[in-house]
């Protein structure tokens, strides 16, 4: 399949607390493979007891906006954050995202409540399908608040939970959950994310993968950002050409891009 316009929607610059590269670096990085757009979407958790997100927000405005300026007419850079835990903090995120004028929003959940990232724990100390039960209940209130535009990596846990820990989970018993969330994505005409990250960990799978995002479409959903949650400016891209063709085969002709924090329709060639 040829792809004529490639982008990477999921972004992460040394602004966020697990980022290696500079904005400017990573855009080069994008630049030299020949991508037309990236998001830089760096991490915004809410929830975090450490971060200053005044200085925050404004340094990773700023470096974003000074690198979406050097690469206009060369790279479409879209200025944007990835809003974690959002609905434990509803006012501080909207504070945030009223501040400044962003091209794109993700909404995430990496914890529950109180709890460290999925990726800390230990899976033999925990019934995963209550974990995931309130996972998925967490999200769909985070489909309710609805102040972002695409819903980052809705099967976050199996990263760990399957890729890590290796526990095979049922989903069946999650769908009525799942279904929710994407009926609810639907009628806010937000956007699903293909997460790609995962097709190169041990996972070996998008997040989420193809029987939700088929679902998804079946539901009537609209809007897909294909990502690959780079870190580092050498994985920039990484498993886009992928994502996009799972899209294609799970009924979507288009992808988007955002400007404005409006949808921007991209045909899959």
Not at 1 to 14: A, G, K, L, Q, T
Not at 39 to 49: G, L, N, Q, V
Not at 218 to 232: A, C, P
Request: with cysteine.
């Amino acid at each position: 399949m040829d792809f004529s316009y490639i982008m990477d929607m999921h972004v992460h610059s040394d602004h966020s607390f697990d980022g290696n590269h500079s904005c400017m670096l990573l855009c080069e990085s994008a630049v030299s493979l020949g991508m037309d757009a990236i998001a830089i979407t760096d991490h915004c958790e809410i929830d975090s007891k450490t971060l200053d997100f005044r200085t925050f927000s404004a340094n990773q405005y700023f470096e974003s906006y000074k690198a979406k300026k050097y690469f206009e007419g060369e790279l479409l850079v879209m200025q944007g954050l990835e809003m974690g835990q959002a609905v434990y903090n509803k006012s501080l995120a909207e504070n945030i995202l009223n501040n400044f004028k962003y091209d794109f929003i993700l909404g995430s959940i990496h914890n529950l409540e109180n709890m460290p990232d999925f990726y800390y724990l230990d899976y033999k100390e925990f019934d995963v399908y209550e974990l995931l039960g309130r996972y998925f209940d967490t999200v769909y209130e985070l489909c309710l608040w609805n102040n972002f535009d695409s819903l980052a990596h809705l099967t976050y846990p199996m990263r760990y939970i399957k890729g890590r820990a290796g526990i095979d989970v049922d989903f069946k018993r999650f769908t009525d959950k799942i279904e929710a969330i994407l009926s609810l994505l639907v009628k806010n005409k937000r956007a699903l994310e293909i997460n790609t990250s995962g097709l190169f960990q041990p996972i070996k799978e998008t997040l989420p993968d193809k029987n939700i995002i088929k679902l998804f479409k079946d539901l009537g959903g609209e809007y897909i950002t294909v990502g690959s949650d780079s870190h580092y400016h050498q994985k920039i891209g990484a498993g886009i050409k992928q994502g996009l063709a799972l899209a294609k085969e799970c009924g979507f002709n288009s992808t988007v891009i955002y400007q404005n924090r409006e949808p921007v329709p991209v045909p899959i060639n």
